[in-house]
């Protein structure tokens, strides 16, 4: 998605399983590129090959979501001042939560 001020909030995705494979924004259940003030709120995500996924994005909030047995549960690359709150997230095969070229 690339948009600013939308609010993703209260679903539940599971997915029938996923293989290991390099990851591709594509293959993210929420995937946000270049978007700002955005929410993402009381999702529930697993067995995918990536959960959450945001580049390139700044001020957006991700709270209160579960992520679980997914190959990645959070990513976020080359962006800044996100909030990151009170997530569950586990039983992920790679990272739980990664950071990557990312600030504030």
């Known amino acids: 998605m690339t948009a ?14 996923c293989q290991i494979q390099e990851v591709y924004t594509i293959y993210a259940v929420i995937y946000l ?3 700002n003030n955005c929410r993402i709120e009381n999702v ?5 090959v990536a959960g959450i996924f945001l580049s390139e994005s700044s001020n ?12 990645f549960g959070i990513t976020i690359l080359a962006s ?10 586990s039983n992920n095969y ?10 504030r």
């Open 94 to 103: 790679y990272d739980g939560i990664y950071l990557g070229d990312s600030s």
């Open 44 to 48: 529930n995500i697993s067995n995918f």
């Open 80 to 89: 800044s001042s996100n909030v990151v709150a009170n997530n569950t997230v």
């Open 33 to 35: 590129h270049n978007s």
């Open 60 to 71: 957006n909030t991700l709270a209160n979501n579960t992520v679980s047995g997914n190959v």
């Open 4 to 17: 600013d001020n939308v609010t993703i909030k209260g679903f539940t995705v599971i997915g029938a399983g």
